[in-house]
């Protein structure tokens, strides 16, 4: 930054009052402090997962259930009846056709699969029986009025099923237990128990930490939810391993795969854009059929967010005129049905155990609903600050927008909501100059046709763009405040007052949950004290991406604390503005396009923002904005960096998180081998031929992409929490009851070494041999390693412990 920037800028925090404390928050959180331990310190922290995941089944479309129900559905024979009649064009019905004739791959995402009933044990059986229940809380209960759905008859005239691939998930589990009449009984409870936490409320599958995981300095921090969710990963390959061999799908040509995927899948966009809102939902929106005790209502709930997420979408079109992106009556409407929700993230929530302990007193002891909520805002705004140190570095969603993708009704997504008009120009702006869009050096955007902007595609110079995260674009992941209701003012309610407002302007509805980048975890709605991260895409790694995420996370949350009780960090020093939240929000969404800059105000009156700034080299005066700095994407992230190192040396050293931030500077500086986007990309390349993701068309990278993540990267997580099982494994030898010793050599074949069968059945899984007894047993190995983490983490066979009240942390509705 040059010396006048630095002169202004120290002259602005003078002119605004400087870095005062806060006497009332600084006295009530003395004795939160009073032990020298900031909340969300190394022996503070607790944590949890929830993990979005893809499926797909693979087959021929006279195997799968996907194309079976759309061929079988009154929507496909009234279509063909209209076009006969001529009450609809041809050409609809033969664009569906074609995409049911093309499955060049054979993989169809996010498909149900059908098997016999009489493949499940009696276990699954009743497990089954009891999800199709309307109120699981009552024995009595009639039958869901759709269960119907959930059965079809086989072509031999025999009972059969058709579930998501979600909720096969939880049926295999309950089978594993089903056909083991002799499985010792502490781990039967095991298996009940772990069942809640497979969940299908969305088009995606979700599964929950299976225990609470304490962040401890001797654990790694961050290496222990890292390591608890990759060997949740590992159970879920294993399962669905095990349907697949089980319930006879690989013999009626269907095979189910679950991989970490974060874009909704190019085919399932291309149906989008065939068929209407209502049957999209028909046969994506999940049942609901585990986790919740009326699964209808939850259902209902689903379709309620895909039609208004699919309404806000139409909505920001409006917006997009308003702001002057749009100065022309020609624009390509958003399809009324919309794919977000297709998309899959990691959500990572923290606890303060020190927070949560005084809020379970009586009154709320010295850190009341009122103070929870106070600080609990602040903190969130706070960390915001640094979030861009995350996007691209630890997790990211690399993907390929074409030239025919950049009408700013489409590409833009859902940031007419989520940012002001002014930084929604500057963005759009900014992203046009930085894409391949030039031709004869004269910028160009499509013109709506497909037919010629398909063409316009294929000429040199309009290739398109590359972005590192676009997951964060095509998802609403934090709606911007009203002028009159801030998200996060540090006042109760406010939240239900900002929903009002959005409903009342159509962008949100109030009966849904607000959309945050980090939610504020209330002792009240959770039970718990503490925050949940929801900017996470996907992780190459477990152990080299998520556990680093973890830890900087952890990290920020307790310098949040640090900042409010040493006075640094205070609400009027961050004003609760829609442009405040704007500003400092747009760099968070211009890290994730790949944007190589930014624009601040010159008299802004963020001056938690300005203590970066004067740290950020390369600030400039804008020209072609007066009144704002101009700043580098780069240079902010290392300033923030700095900030982190400098304010947080004393949590850097009790954390043990040097380490960490050395390797984040690595991932900063040398982003194409570091970080995650760099890595991701050149792994999608690998069999391409070409270094660059614009020397591939858009649908070829992405379709390479999808194909990584299913195959490749499926495998490598799968290894990755396999080696990580093996030293648990060996303790088994010696953990555990006897009997559970006892059965354990009985299922090896009496071999003593658990290392050795372990490599064997992992070897066997490597060559595709795993099968019947022998997957079974490895399955059986996991879940004993897993029943020892929970019983570690305070929790019994017989479901006692502290988790069953904290479940509802990771559940993110």
């Known amino acids: 930054m040059s010396r006048d920037c630095t002169l202004h800028l120290k002259s602005l925090e003078s002119a605004q009052g400087g870095d005062l404390p806060l006497p009332a928050v ?94 499940l044990s009696a276990a699954a059986r009743q497990v089954l029986q009891q999800d199709l229940l309307a109120d699981k809380r009552r024995p009595d209960s009639p039958l869901r009025c759709d269960h119907q759905r959930f059965s079809y008859t086989t072509a031999s005239g025999e009972a059969g099923v058709r579930l998501p691939v979600s909720y096969l998930v939880k049926l295999a589990l309950a089978d594993v ?14 298996v009940a128990q ?92 999940s049942p609901c059929l585990s986790g919740w005790d009326c699964g209808e209502d939850k259902h209902a709930y689903m379709h ?12 920001g079109v409006a917006k997009l005129r308003e702001a002057g992106i749009i100065t022309r009556n020609l624009v390509v409407l958003p399809n009324l049905s919309n794919t977000s929700l297709a998309n ?19 009154g709320g002891g010295s850190y009341p609903a009122a103070l929870e909520k106070l600080c609990g805002d602040l903190a969130i705004k706070i960390q915001e600050h640094f979030l861009p140190l995350f996007v691209g570095t630890y997790s990211a969603a690399p993907y390929r927008l074409g030239f025919e993708d950049f009408h700013p009704e489409r590409a833009l997504g859902f940031l007419a909501h989520e940012l002001d008009f002014t ?46 995260d676009f997951r964060l674009i095509d ?105 405040c939240e704007s500003e400092r929000r747009q760099i968070f969404f211009g890290r994730a396009l790949g944007l190589p800059t930014f624009y601040v105000r010159r008299d802004s009156r963020n001056r938690f923002l300005l203590r970066i700034l004067r740290r950020t080299a390369g600030v400039r005066v804008s020209r072609r904005y007066p009144g704002y700095w101009r700043v580098p994407q780069q240079q902010y992230a290392l300033a923030a960096l700095e900030v982190l190192e400098q304010d947080g040396a004393a949590l850097i050293e009790q954390l043990g998180c040097g380490q960490l931030l050395t390797d984040l500077r690595q991932r900063l500086l040398r982003p194409a081998e570091a970080s995650a986007v760099g890595r991701l990309s050149r792994a999608i390349l690998a069999d391409a031929g070409v270094r660059q993701p614009l020397q591939l068309p858009a649908a070829e990278f992405n379709r390479l ?48 070494d658990l290392t050795t069968a372990f490599d064997d059945l992992v070897q066997r899984l490597r060559q595709q041999r795993l099968r019947g007894a022998d997957l079974l047993a490895l399955i059986n190995l996991v879940l004993l390693c897993l029943q020892q983490d929970r019983r570690r983490a305070g929790l019994t066979g017989e479901g006692e412990g502290d988790h069953d009240a904290t479940t509802p942390v990771y559940r993110a509705l």
Not at 504 to 510: I, K, T
């Open 475 to 579: 998802y609403p992941v934090s709606f911007l405040s009203s002028a009159e209701s801030p998200a996060l003012d540090g006042y109760l309610g406010n939240q239900q007052r900002l929903l009002a407002d959005l409903d009342a302007m159509g962008v949100f509805d109030a009966r849904m949950s607000l959309y945050q980048l980090m939610k504020l975890r209330s002792y009240q709605q959770q039970g718990f004290c503490g925050f949940e991260g929801r900017y996470y895409s996907l992780f190459p790694s477990f152990g080299a991406d998520m556990a680093a995420a973890v830890s900087l996370q952890q990290l920020i949350s307790a310098l949040a604390f640090q900042y409010m009780a040493s006075g640094l960090g205070q609400h009027r020093t961050i004003p609760d503005t829609p442009q």
């Open 304 to 315: 309620l967010c895909h039609q208004v997420l699919s309404r806000s979408q139409l909505n």
């Open 705 to 752: 992409a999808e194909r990584y993540y299913r195959d490749q990267l499926r495998l490598e997580q799968l290894w990755e929490g396999l080696a990580d099982l093996r030293p648990a494994v060996a303790s088994l030898a010696t953990e555990g009851s006897a009997a559970e010793r006892v059965w354990l050599r009985q299922q090896l074949g009496g071999r003593e």
């Open 194 to 285: 772990l069942q809640q936490f497979f969940l299908n409320d969305n088009t995606s599958p979700e599964t929950l930490s299976f225990y609470v995981v304490p962040l401890t300095v001797a654990a790694g921090q961050g290496q222990a939810l890292a390591r608890e969710t990759a060997r949740r990963f590992v159970l879920t390959q294993l399962l669905v391993l095990y349907a697949n061999d089980r319930f006879g799908l690989t013999e009626q040509g269907q095979q189910a795969l679950i991989y970490n995927a974060p874009h909704p899948p190019q085919r399932q966009k291309q149906l989008n854009e065939l068929i209407p809102d209502s049957f999209y939902r028909e046969l994506f929106m």
């Open 177 to 190: 237990a089903g056909v083991q009449p002799q499985l010792p009984a502490t781990l039967r409870q095991t």
């Open 423 to 468: 930084h929604l120009r500057m963005l759009w702006r900014r992203w046009r100059k930085k894409a391949q869009l030039k031709l004869l050096g004269q910028r160009l955007t499509p013109f709506g046709p497909d037919w010629l902007d398909g063409a316009l595609s294929r000429l040199p110079g309009l290739q398109g763009d590359f972005v590192p």
């Open 26 to 119: 600084r006295r009530a959180l003395a004795p939160l402090l009073a032990a020298g331990d900031l909340p969300f310190g190394a022996s503070d922290t607790t944590a949890g997962s929830e993990t979005e995941l893809q499926v797909a089944v693979a087959g021929s479309r006279q195997q799968v259930d996907l194309p079976l129900t759309i061929e079988q559905s009154r929507y496909f024979a009234n279509l063909v009846k209209r076009a006969a009649s001529g009450d609809a064009p041809e050409r609809q019905i033969e664009r569906l056709r074609a995409f049911l004739d093309e499955g060049q791959t054979q993989v169809w995402e996010n498909s149900w699969v059908r098997f016999g009933r009489q493949r």
């Open 344 to 362: 899959n993230g990691v959500h990572v929530s923290l606890g303060s155990r020190r927070l949560t302990a005084e809020r379970a007193l009586g």
